[in-house]
């Protein structure tokens, strides 16, 4: 008779605990989408992502040194600093120039560039658990802003969204969530407006920060960094940007952002602090109240009616005035450095921020690596996406392509006054192989330097956006050639049908067809060229300067100004790689083939076959020239896909710690961050 009740109880301890765990796993799935389910949605329609799972990020004993090929220390970055940053809160790190702000902040977001010479130990931890750059995704704002100057805030952001949400999500759900997200980082009034740049006027530079932090925000990350938000933004625009981040942080999100010295009205918004000094730590606490007082308490007050920010930069700067001054605030920073360290040994607490309990559901740890999602389609999905975008960023940049068209059809207009209806002399031979020189050097220097001018500043915004995984780098480059490829070709078809009747070039269809299509493939090469060049260089100067000076060599092997056959065996290479030579030597055999010449004397030119000979492309033809061009610009867009993949962002290694003693800890201004 007992069975019966004791099977219930079984039953009814089973059904809890499928209970329990099935609400459990609902939950944990709910917080790995975070998708919020609306009944008014039509059927298969996701929500947007609104959920966000608290996330405490701590790090402890972080050292970052800089060593020489000895291996000897010559530059300590961070010196075994230890924090804590918070759900709900809103952590600024400061310090003066040189304090190690950058630095921290890039060893927390992941984002450390990697180097030889360079050693990271410490820990860090997410929701307790070690944290893995390829399993966390954090939000990290930059503190340069790059977009693509000719889209719209809410083609930047729509672009984003389809880049980075699943697949499945339907467009009106992805309209949707791009609008809330334009309402939510006040970008609703300029939504419309190109984004533009330093030449293109656009938006401001307080709502490119925004709209930077929505493009993070797009599959609502926990965690979020910003390294110095205000840096360049009036005061109107950075109190804009850090309210935004200000509300983020009440939305539940962990932000954390270095800054330098920031008005009252903007410390006053920071929930927690740290303050470093030539990478050490003088203060980890709250922001408000608690950090006047700490400084109080060791004789440091801050006047009345002061802004707190800037007594505290003063107080943890280096005076430089004087050696007197300089030797007597380096023994203040580091009296300060001491005091701290020796106030939190004695609460036994290694993170010098838990200065409040941190609740933690042990179900919710290691979860923020599936808070951010991330789409990553198939080719033929992120090719016509990124099409889209090349076209846009293409044929709207207006006041380029006016400057290329007005330039490719003036020069051409010079040409043609200069080379006017040429006749078939013997003097003619020599004007037409120098228009035919220089119809080629312009047009390989006019694709070349358009191409370097822009994409060193394209390649940065495309390493950012491959870094979150946003798509792979064969769409992109294969979108780029065919959305160029029309107004590319443009140009140096306008630059032709002007030249060509002018100069009186060999007057047939077919001649001036040909003549166009060699040009055109011509331009194509330049542009390859001019995107390996800008895949080396690291600055757009350095890129301009590379180009031209490369494309020098090329032009002086050419085919015009010295012959292939009186070439030093040393330099033979040179001319099978010269666009300029196989662009040349295609022109000249469409130009002189067949072409009769006025022979007065037994020694002149009779025809264009023994011009060919004297320049010795004789048995070569139109075809085998292009097929070599061609073969040129295949190269030079494989040598920039392998560039590209190689010079892919690394970040260094957070490896473990040594306990730091505090007499280690060295006082010095840093070079840099």
Avoid at 74 to 89: F, I, M, N, T
Avoid at 99 to 118: E, I, M, P
Avoid at 294 to 323: M, Q, R, W
Wanted: aromatic share 8%; proline share 4%.
């Amino acid at each position: 008779m007992m069975v019966a009740p004791k099977v219930a109880t079984v039953v009814v301890a089973g059904v809890a605990a499928l209970t329990l765990r099935f609400v459990r796993r609902r939950r944990r799935r709910g917080r790995l989408t975070a998708v919020v389910e609306d009944e008014e949605l039509e059927a298969g329609e996701q929500a947007v992502p609104t959920a966000v799972v608290p996330v405490t990020v701590a790090w402890d004993r972080v050292e970052c040194v800089v060593r020489d090929k000895r291996g000897n220390v010559v530059k300590r970055l961070l010196q075994g600093v230890s924090g804590e940053a918070k759900a709900g809160k809103l952590l600024a790190i400061m310090g003066p120039s040189g304090s190690g702000k950058t630095t921290l902040l890039n060893v927390l977001a992941g984002q450390l560039a990697a180097s030889t010479r360079v050693r990271l130990t410490g820990s860090l931890t997410i929701n307790g658990r070690p944290f893995s750059q390829s399993k966390h995704r954090l939000a990290y704002v930059r503190q340069e802003d790059l977009f693509f100057s000719q889209l719209t805030v809410r083609e930047t952001l729509s672009l984003a969204a389809e880049l980075q949400l699943p697949k499945t999500w339907k467009a009106k759900a992805r309209e949707r969530y791009v609008q809330e997200l334009l309402y939510r980082l006040g970008l609703v009034t300029c939504a419309d407006t190109i984004v533009g740049d330093a030449k293109v006027r656009g938006i401001s530079g307080g709502e490119k920060k925004r709209l930077s932090i929505a493009c993070e925000l797009i599959a609502s990350p926990s965690v979020i960094f910003a390294d110095e938000p205000t840096t360049g933004l009036d005061a109107f625009q950075a109190e804009r940007v850090m309210e935004t981040l200000r509300k983020l942080a009440q939305e539940g999100h962990t932000v954390v952002c270095s800054i330098h010295q920031p008005r009252g009205s903007i410390y006053s918004k920071f929930d927690d602090l740290i303050l470093l000094s030539s990478g050490a730590v003088v203060y980890a606490g709250p922001a408000q109240g608690h950090a006047l007082t700490y400084f109080a308490d060791l004789g440091y007050k801050c006047p009345e009616h002061t802004n707190p920010a800037e007594y505290f930069a003063d107080l943890i700067s280096v005076d430089y005035s004087s050696s007197e001054n300089e030797g007597a605030t380096r023994q203040k920073i580091a009296e300060l450095v001491e005091a701290f360290l020796s106030k939190q040994k004695k609460k036994g607490n290694h993170l010098l921020m838990s200065y409040a309990d941190t609740a933690r559901d042990s179900d919710e740890e290691g979860m923020v690596q599936d808070t951010v999602m991330v789409n990553k389609g198939g080719f033929l999905w992120q090719f016509q996406l990124l099409l889209r975008r090349a076209w846009r960023q293409t044929t709207r940049d207006k006041s380029t392509n006016r400057v290329r068209g007005t330039m490719s059809i003036t020069s051409a207009l010079i040409f043609g006054s200069i080379f006017w209806r040429m006749g078939r002399s013997q003097t003619s031979v020599q004007d037409r192989m120098g228009l035919l020189q220089v119809a080629a050097i312009n047009t390989a220097m006019s694709a070349l330097t358009k191409t370097v001018n822009v994409f060193p500043k394209e390649r940065s915004i495309v390493q950012r956006e491959q870094a979150k995984g946003s798509y792979s780098l064969a769409p992109y480059l294969i979108a780029k050639l065919v959305a160029e490829a029309p107004v590319s070709a443009a140009f140096p078809l306008a630059f032709g049908a002007v030249v060509y009747p002018m100069t009186n070039l060999n007057p047939s269809l077919e001649r001036f067809l040909t003549f166009s299509g060699i040009v055109t493939a011509e331009a194509f090469a330049a542009s390859a060229m001019g995107l390996t060049v800008g895949a080396i260089a690291p600055t757009t100067e350095a890129a301009l300067a590379l180009g031209p000076s490369l494309m020098t060599v090329f032009i002086v092997f050419g085919g015009y100004y010295v012959n292939s056959e009186n070439t030093p065996a040393i330099f033979q290479w040179i001319p099978r790689v010269s666009l300029i030579r196989w662009a040349f030597q295609a022109l000249s055999i469409n130009e002189f083939k067949g072409l009769k010449f006025e022979a007065k004397n037994s020694f002149d030119l009779q025809d264009g076959e023994q011009v060919l000979e004297r320049l010795s492309f004789g048995g070569s033809s139109v075809k085998n020239a292009v097929s070599q061009e061609l073969r040129i610009a295949l190269f030079w867009y494989w040598l920039t896909y392998v560039l590209l993949k190689r010079n892919k962002a690394k970040y260094q290694v957070l490896e473990a710690s040594t306990p730091v003693s505090p007499h280690k800890l060295k006082i010095e201004e840093l070079d840099h961050e």
